[in-house]
Antibody, heavy 122, light 109 residues
Framework: DVQLVESGGGLVQPGGSLTLSCSASGSTISPYTMNWVRQAPGKGLEWVSAISSTSIYMYYADSVEGRFTISRDNAKNSVYLQLDSLRAEDSAVYYC???????????????WGQGTLVTVSS | QSVLTQPPSVSAAPGQKVTISCSGSISNILNNDVSWYQQFPGTAPKLLIY???KRPSGIPDRFSGSKSGTSATLDIAGLQTGDEAVYYC???????????FGGGTQLTV
């Protein structure tokens, strides 16, 4: 089955940018909607963004709309999240996950990557 | 403040059964399927239940889910100390087209 590995996290100053990558192996993610979910330290899960299989549909949480951009490259079996204008409250572990729901607009997330930590601090 | 409401914590003795509730609204739980996730400290969440009441391969039948109206529940029977974890419900919210999660419930056995 598919394995997901996130990368690209790190320490960034407020107002800075990062690009997170999610690389899939074991099987193709091209038929599936892919999502990013984040978890601030000691907090619960927060859905961030979703992108449909052919990139026609992209949705964002209000908290990141206009600052984050989701994209994918099915040829590379990868998904990306561009984080701009970062704020302290964006500090979190960012997980990539596949949605097995048919179409977009579901919450059948399996599997999840191990996550990549983003810390926004001066 | 999470869109879906879960109790912060539940507890029960080994061998007992516990129920975790998840309350939402028309735009999310009523009109979309609910999933449940289990998360141990320092690890990624794991899918426990999808489509309201379906178990992925490998999930014991001690775990069961249901949905009625704008609420969903996760039942865990025959509790084991290894079940101690945080449990999250999740679904899609058709207005405004967002994924949503509950705040999580810490299970103590």
């Amino acid at each position: 089955d598919v394995q997901l590995v996130e990368s690209g996290g790190g320490l960034v100053q407020p107002g800075g940018s990062l690009t997170l990558s999610c690389s899939a192996s074991g099987s193709t993610i091209s038929p599936y909607t892919m999502n990013w979910v984040r978890q601030a330290p000691g907090k619960g899960l927060e859905w961030v963004s979703a992108i449909s299989s052919t990139s026609i549909y992209m949705y964002y949480a209000d908290s990141v709309e206009g600052r984050f951009t989701i994209s994918r490259d099915n040829a590379k079996n990868s998904v990306y999240l561009q984080l701009d204008s970062l704020r302290a409250e964006d500090s979190a572990v960012y997980y990539c996950t596949r949605d097995l729901t048919e179409g977009i607009g579901g919450n059948w997330f399996d599997p999840w990557g191990q996550g990549t930590l983003v810390t926004v601090s001066s | 403040q999470s869109v879906l409401t879960q109790p912060p914590s539940v507890s029960a003795a080994p061998g007992q059964k516990v129920t975790i509730s998840c309350s939402g609204s028309i735009s999310n739980i009523l009109n979309n399927d609910v999933s449940w996730y289990q998360q141990f400290p320092g690890t990624a969440p794991k899918l426990l239940i999808y489509g309201n009441d379906k178990r992925p391969s490998g999930i014991p039948d001690r775990f069961s889910g249901s949905k009625s109206g704008t609420s969903a529940t996760l039942d865990i029977a025959g509790l084991q100390t290894g079940d101690e974890a945080v449990y999250y419900c999740g679904t899609w919210d058709s207005t405004p087209n967002d994924g949503v999660f509950g705040g999580g419930t810490q299970l103590t056995v």
